[in-house]
């Protein structure tokens, strides 16, 4: 029977993985802004442009579709161009991969680095996730998500169990799943559920870790442990200095030549004629 289900899974994600036509990012991210901004045990999110992306983003009602952990460049990993991988990642067609910043650099992306991680853990996250290369991306979740758009007669807050049940196998992967097993390894939470309990003297919290098989990628996002970096402003921004189009004709625009300086002469000759 999981045979079968591979077998479908396969077939549809063959459908899924194909990109959008006409996607444009909204804010693409600077390239330099965003290299520099990151560091190792960032969480990078992803607005992804393929049909699997726009079921993701629709279900979790999020901008985010994909998300991938940056642990720093990779030895013996980098492009034909030379550029070191920097991500792992679970992708759909491949399983889990290492890949390069460029991948995203023209896609919608969101940082979201984790508050107060000891180096030393950091160091662990980030090995957890690398010895995970070549591991397979789970695809009964793909069944998993054809049973939440045509879902049975369920409450809705059942709803998101049925996405996330996963095979159970812990060699197949999905890109959030990957991610939360990492931090998992260290005991960082991300989304715990927490029970209250308490007395006349005292009262605590307790938490408890999730199954990483119900985690997306919004989830870093509103994690209430993930701090959100900006590129832009991480590296320093004054508004003072950004140039407006309906202040073209300041000052200090207007000594810029609207026209060649060579031609400039005979174009005032033909205006006096």
């Not at 996405?163 to 260290?186: E, H, K, N, Q, Y």
Request: with cysteine; glycine share 6%; aromatic share 8%.
């Amino acid at each position: 029977m999981s045979w079968m289900l591979d077998g479908v899974g396969r077939v549809i994600a063959r459908y899924l993985q194909k990109p959008v036509h006409g996607y444009e990012p909204f804010t693409p991210s600077d390239p330099d802004a965003l290299r520099h901004s990151l560091q190792p045990g960032d969480v990078l999110l992803v607005e992804g442009n393929n049909h699997i992306a726009g079921v993701i983003k629709y279900l979790t009602q999020s901008t985010w579709s994909h998300s991938a952990l940056y642990v720093g460049p990779m030895q013996g990993r980098a492009t034909a161009d030379g550029e070191p991988h920097v991500l792992i990642e679970a992708n759909i067609g491949d399983g889990v991969v290492s890949a390069p910043l460029s991948k995203y650099t023209r896609f919608h992306t969101r940082i979201c680095r984790p508050v107060g991680l000891t180096e030393a853990d950091c160091a662990v996250v980030c090995a957890y996730a690398v010895e995970r290369i070549g591991f397979a991306y789970d695809l009964k979740n793909i069944i998993d998500l054809m049973r939440y758009l045509c879902p049975l007669p369920v409450p809705h807050r059942w709803r998101r169990r049925l996405l996330a049940l996963g095979s159970g196998d812990p060699t197949r992967l999905i890109c959030s799943a990957l991610i939360a097993d990492a931090f998992r390894a260290v005991r960082y939470p991300i989304l715990p559920k927490i029970k209250l309990t308490g007395s006349r003297q005292a009262r605590e919290e307790i938490l408890e870790i999730r199954h990483s098989s119900l985690y997306c990628p919004r989830d870093f996002d509103i994690s209430p442990y993930f701090n959100v970096v900006k590129p832009t402003i991480a590296r320093g921004f004054d508004y003072k200095s950004l140039q407006w189009a309906d202040l073209s004709c300041s000052p200090a625009a207007a000594e810029v030549p609207l026209v060649p300086q060579a031609g400039a002469d005979r174009d005032t000759e033909a205006l006096a004629a």
